[in-house]
Structures are given as C-alpha cells and as structure tokens.
C-alpha cells in the first residue's frame, strides 16, 4: 500500500532474472545468464528509446515506463488473436451467459477470462511460460523476444523495408499482423505481400479525378503519402529517409496549393493589402463592374467583408479540389497562412524550412 507499482515488464524481467526461480541452476551460470539477458534487455530497450524507430512501428507516443513492453504486448496480442476458444464462440455464436458460463466451469476460457483484463495480463501470460523452471524454458522465451526485435531491428535498417512498412503502419496495418506474416513467408514472398497491401491503399479507378472532400480525404493523404515515400525511394543514390516520426508528432493535414475561396476570409482593414498579393487581371477577369469595386477598394475604401466574397470567389476562379491542387503539410505551417497568395505561402514554407521544420519532398 502507498507504494509504485511494478510494471509488467518488471515482473517479466524478474522471471528471467530471479535467481529463486531457477533452483536447479549451478550459481556461476545463473550469474553469467543473469548478466548475458540483462544486457540484450539493455540493448533492446536503449535501442527502442530511438523515436526514429519508435515511430516507425508505433502511431503514438505510447506512453510506457520502459519500451521493451512494447515487445511483450506484441507476442500477447499474437496469442490472443490466435485464441481457439475465442474463434469457438464466434464461429458457434455462443453469446448467451449461460453458454459461456457453461464454457467457463469446463474449463475452456477465453485469454480475457484466464489472464483478466486489468494491467497485468501481458505478465500473467508470460509467467504461465515459466513452468518447469529450467534453462531451457528461458532460453525458448528469451529467443522468442530477441527474435522479435531482430525483424523489428530489420526492417528498420533495410531503406526499403523501412518506408514500405512504415507506410503501412501508418495509413492503420497492424505491427501483429505484419509481424506474422513475416514468420509464415519467405524474404521475397514478404515484400511481394507488402506491395499488394500497399496497392490497396491506394486503389482508385480514376486518379486524375480524385477530389478533396466527398469522403476521399483518407484516400487522399495515402495517395501524397505514398507519392512523397516513393518518390524518395527512387532515387536510388540517396540516403535519406522518411522521418514518419515527425509526421505522426507534428499532425498534418491536406493542403490546397492554391487557395480556394472558402477558405479565405479577409477582414475589411486586410481587403487593399489581399487585392495587390492576389489580384492580377488576365482574360479571365472580364466583369467591369467587379473591375471597377477592386479598383475602388485599393485605392479608395474598403467594402463590407460579405460583399468582399463575391471578389474573392472572383479573383481566385473556380475552386480547383483536384489531387494536383493539394499536398501534405503540417498544421502549424498550413494554419499560418491564413489569406496568404500562392508567393507568400511559397516564401513561408521556405522559411520555416530553413528553421528546422520538415517539409516533405513533393510538398516543395
């Protein structure tokens, strides 16, 4: 009572490091095994800590006191999917409270009902592993994890590896899913299935036609998303990588290149200022009394900001929703802009470039 609880990742560490656990070991190896794992935990957990990888396969902070959880709750979420009393129920329809009670006195337990579904079920999982006590039970589980992390580590490193399966995990793959279908195929069949999975993403019949709003704004983001990975990708003399670590911290949205009228909203102190940034007169402005009102407004006065719409609809012609108007940029930059003209947001981007933030290579 009062105290900090242990963590399951604690407890986990306590199974494999606890000398009582093992009273069959020789003294000297228990030491030297002790020593060897908590090491590799280092190791994993040092390695982890980098938010280059942690955003790589994870789509938020993740709040956990130690990252090597992470890896726990993997292997938990894999066997829990993979739980035959679950897929009994569901496949039989069992749904009533009897039925499952029934299931329950026989024994036949789901992984909520035998491991609970409080903060500890990931350790009640593992500690059920750690049955005979013997070198090579710790042995099995220990590999069991570094294999784990050794795709992770993988996939990581690997250019390609990396932006495929960072692409995934951010447009909503699950690492569980990915990580067993890594287990179940060949190297070449693996990417092969990344590609497809990737394909779907993106899958449209018409891509020159696709528009902002109208319920395609998802599409969207993984078409510019995919453009922007791809495209660094090709380039096969370069290093560079996608920092999907700042894109999933720093929240992006969908961008018009040029604006579009409703969107603007410009207060009538603003109007003369908007007109000389935006307005230049083409075949296209042929209405000689809207001709006229700009005129007044930038030299006279100001009209009122109702009736400054119609000239904003005006001087920015129709609103161009289509994919070759729009690209990826982070909220703070796109919020900045407010009224700004196509050279303003231009120099803008540029700036903020300059001072640190990140501007993906097809957005510039």
Request: aromatic residues 10%; neutral net charge.
């Amino acid at each position: 009572m009062g105290k900090i609880p242990l963590t399951n990742a604690e407890l986990i560490k306590a199974l494999f490091l606890n000398s009582s656990n093992f009273p069959n070991f020789d003294a000297e190896e228990i030491r030297l095994r002790q020593i060897e794992i908590a090491s590799e935990w280092d190791r994993i957990e040092y390695y982890l800590q980098n938010n280059e990888l942690w955003y790589f396969i994870n789509n938020t902070k993740n709040e956990l006191p130690t990252r090597i959880e992470f890896l726990f709750n993997i292997i938990y979420s894999i066997a829990k999917e993979s739980c035959l009393e679950t897929k009994y129920r569901f496949d039989n329809k069992i749904k009533a409270k009897e039925e499952i009670e029934k299931r329950k006195v026989a024994g036949h337990l789901s992984f909520d009902e035998k491991y609970g579904t409080d903060e500890y079920p990931t350790f009640r999982f593992f500690s059920e592993k750690f049955q005979s006590k013997s070198k090579a039970e710790i042995d099995t589980n220990w590999k069991e994890i570094k294999r784990m992390f050794q795709t992770i580590e993988e996939w990581f490193l690997d250019r390609v590896l990396f932006h495929k399966i960072g692409y995934l995990i951010t447009t909503g793959d699950k690492i569980t899913d990915l990580l067993q279908e890594a287990k179940n195929k060949q190297k070449k069949e693996f990417r092969k299935l990344l590609d497809i999975k990737i394909t779907k993403k993106v899958k449209c019949d018409h891509l020159e036609t696709l528009e902002y709003g109208n319920g395609n704004n998802k599409l969207i983001t993984n078409v510019l998303l995919l453009h922007n990975i791809q495209t660094m990708l090709k380039n096969k003399n370069e290093s560079s990588r996608f920092p999907f670590d700042r894109f999933k911290t720093e929240k992006w949205d969908i961008e018009h290149i040029h604006a579009i009228a409703t969107e603007v909203k410009v207060k009538k102190e603003e109007q003369k200022n908007w007109l000389e940034k935006n307005f230049i007169q083409d075949e296209e402005h042929q209405d000689i009394e809207i001709n006229k009102k700009i005129e007044n407004i930038k030299n006279i006065e100001s009209i009122e900001e109702k009736d400054f719409e119609r000239i904003v609809e005006y001087v920015l012609g129709e609103p161009d929703n289509s994919i070759q108007n729009l690209c990826l940029l982070d909220r703070g930059t796109n919020r900045s802009y407010k009224n700004d003209s196509f050279k303003e947001k231009r120099r803008k981007i540029i700036e903020n470039e300059k001072k640190g933030t990140f501007i993906p290579i097809c957005t510039k």
